[in-house]
């Protein structure tokens, strides 16, 4: 059977998502806790890499067992939750169809930045405090981003990648309580893509660059040009969409 889970996580505690030797991730957390209760070694696939401390909500990861109707064993998604750290929790379990996968069938992602403007004592460890931006200049050079499918200005350098083109759908800035998010849909992201993008708006909020300058920024393919990242602990990846319910 092939199983799709859907999960919480916040990131500040690991080296990202994918598991990496002599690190903690997300990724080995999961297997380990999966294969303590299916008493057999269980590997699973993300819908993508996130990270060093960023977070995610309702992200998706597929895995295969041998075992049938674990999505309405509720005794098994409470002792799973049970062993995992409380930072990470599995919503649910879906079964789907055997050739289905969490990262290649997924057509688009969300994520969204927090910002807030003043001192939060309960909120400060999972957003980035800025001052005096000026959210309609961001917003203009954030919708550029639709323009353009090469974005090699906002990676990071020497990734194992075959194209740095990417479909944005929407990009744009918006005050939520108590919170400026920006968020940002597209078909897929490079690595550090969107603290990169995120870094070089505050360029542009802060005054410090135009909107012709950004769009300059993507069109040199220079990663060098770009703003600094924006700091991984406010990044959420809110949202995966798949061609198909589950």
Not at 72 to 79: A, H, M, P, V
Not at 117 to 139: A, G, P, Q
Not at 175 to 195: C, H, K, Q, S, W
Not at 213 to 218: E, N, Q
């Amino acid at each position: 059977m092939r199983y799709f889970l859907v999960l919480d996580y916040n990131g500040t505690n690991y080296c990202g998502w994918q598991r990496q030797p002599n690190q903690d991730t997300i990724q080995e957390r999961i297997e380990r806790a999966l294969s303590v209760l299916l008493k057999a070694e269980t590997e699973i696939t993300g819908a993508g890499r996130t990270d060093t401390g960023v977070h995610a909500r309702n992200y998706v990861a597929h895995f295969d067992s041998a075992i049938e109707d674990l999505h309405t064993n509720n005794d098994f998604l409470y002792k799973l939750n049970c062993i995992l750290p409380f930072d990470i929790n599995v919503q649910r379990i879906a079964q789907i169809h055997s050739d289905a996968h969490a990262r290649f069938d997924a057509t688009r992602r969300t994520y969204k930045y927090y910002v807030t403007t003043r001192k939060d004592v309960f909120r400060y460890t999972l957003s980035h405090r800025v001052k005096n931006l000026d959210i309609e200049k961001m917003n203009t050079a954030a919708a550029k981003l639709l323009e353009y499918t090469d974005f090699t200005s906002f990676s990071k350098l020497n990734t194992d990648v075959k194209t740095n083109n990417c479909t944005v759908y929407e990009a744009f800035w918006a005050e939520t309580d108590g919170f400026l998010v920006f968020t940002i849909t597209a078909n897929r992201f490079l690595r550090n893509m969107v603290r990169a993008i995120v870094g070089t708006l505050f360029e542009v909020g802060y005054g410090k660059i135009t909107t012709n300058d950004f769009c300059s920024i993507i069109e040199s393919k220079d990663r060098g040009r770009a703003g600094t990242s924006a700091p991984a602990q406010a990044l959420f990846l809110e949202k995966i969409e798949y061609p198909y319910s589950f």
